[in-house]
């Protein structure tokens, strides 16, 4: 059951807004709310490039095992990607609002669930600081409030971390054999 809602977690990240200059955020009245951050000793392009090439997840994230863009070019507000993880299949995020090697957030509903996910990187001596923070909201939410907190938390923690992986990686390669 763990592994059902860490799927659905991953096919959450989600967000909605506008793309003008107010950020857009999570929705702080939704029953699950996580927020997450790590340092990651990487430059903030290599981190930003891992983490917006969203075709290149199935080669760090497991359980992303497929995603392909639909718009071309750098992510942007209006981009979006169809992507698998866990057994969800054809599940479409869209980007709200990018703001270069800074913050992203992306969005669409999914299993009865509205989700909201922003990515901050900020540069620190060393790295990158990376936050993530999702809210969840929905009749699913609601029947099982507590359970779905937890698996949210577990799925942002395990992102990170593996992200922070990839990123930290000596010579990490992206899936077309280019330095990361």
Known sequence: MFAFATALLAALPLAFGSSGPAP??????????????IVIHAPLDRVWRIQTDVEGWPA?????????????GPLRPGSSWVWSTEGLEDITSTVEQVRPKRRIVWGGPAQGITAVHVWTFTPVKGGVHVRTEESWSGAPVDADTAYLQKALDASLDAWLHH???RAEQRHPKSPC???A
């Open 60 to 72: 760090w994230q497991p359980g992303v095992s497929s995603s392909v863009k639909r718009t071309p």
């Open 163 to 165: 992200l922070k992986q």
């Open 24 to 37: 857009v955020g999570i929705d702080e009245k939704a029953p699950v709310i996580s927020r997450d951050d």
């Open 177 to 179: 054999g280019e330095r």
